[in-house]
T-cell receptor
Framework: GNSVTQMEGPVTLSEEAFLTINCTYTATGYPSLFWYVQYPGEGLQLLLKATKADDKGSNKGFEATYRKETTSFHLEKGSVQVSDSAVYFCALSDNSGYSTLTFGKGTMLLVSP | ETGVTQTPRHLVMGMTNKKSLKCEQHLGHNAMYWYKQSAKKPLELMFVYSLEERVENNSVPSRFSPECPNSSHLFLHLHTLQPEDSALYLC??????????????FGNGTRLTVT
């Protein structure tokens, strides 16, 4: 079956530091890959996505590249802000026709001033 | 009102109670979902409705009963729950075709505590 593995958190950074959150996946076929973000007290919001190998998704300064050879979709940001503090979820969709996503456990990011 | 709205935001119930969670989406989507979010576990897909028909039921106990009366509304009826059912229950919607690329739009969830 499909699975997503994320690095354990929390990740603690100072403002303006570089961020990487690792994500690897196991899936048959050619899944679509997503990063979602959950701010305290809220539901999940789509941050970015990539639908085929070598695609780069980007949004709000965050980027992730779909690497089929390493089955990875690592999230990066060059300079984090306090407002980026949240839980980040990597997910994949097996493109079955409706969006049944398989999620990782989530990685909490804490950014201090 | 836009997006996906869930009510109530918080719910405390005893194991013998019957309650319902409500979800409404204002996005014109054709698929709706219930997810369970527990601490230190991946999100668990519970139910999927596509075009108002249930298309997936991931071995969820019968004490959880979904209802989708139309494409904009989704309910989760609860009865005789267990303390381990305490979690954040998230509703989501999407506009689905045949490729599964459509992102999910989530509500803010109902925080359920079973005493």
């Amino acid at each position: 079956g499909n699975s997503v593995t994320q690095m354990e958190g929390p990740v603690t950074l100072s403002e303006e530091a570089f961020l990487t959150i690792n994500c690897t996946y196991t899936a048959t076929g050619y899944p679509s890959l997503f990063w979602y973000v959950q701010y305290p007290g809220e539901g999940l919001q789509l941050l970015l996505k990539a639908t085929k190998a070598d695609d780069k998704g980007s949004n709000k300064g965050f980027e992730a590249t779909y690497r089929k050879e390493t089955t990875s979709f690592h999230l990066e940001k060059g300079s984090v802000q306090v407002s980026d503090s949240a839980v980040y979820f990597c997910a994949l969709s097996d493109n079955s026709g409706y969006s049944t996503l398989t999620f990782g456990k989530g990685t909490m990011l804490l950014v201090s001033p | 009102e836009t997006g996906v709205t869930q009510t109530p935001r918080h719910l405390v119930m005893g194991m013998t109670n019957k309650k319902s969670l409500k979800c409404e989406q204002h996005l014109g989507h054709n698929a709706m979902y219930w997810y369970k979010q527990s601490a230190k576990k991946p999100l668990e897909l519970m139910f999927v409705y596509s075009l108002e028909e249930r298309v997936e039921n991931n071995s969820v106990p019968s004490r959880f009963s979904p209802e989708c009366p139309n494409s904009s509304h989704l309910f989760l009826h609860l009865h005789t729950l267990q303390p381990e059912d305490s979690a954040l229950y998230l509703c989501a919607s999407s506009q689905d075709g045949t490729d599964g690329h459509s992102p999910l739009h989530f509500g803010n969830g109902t925080r359920l505590t079973v005493t």
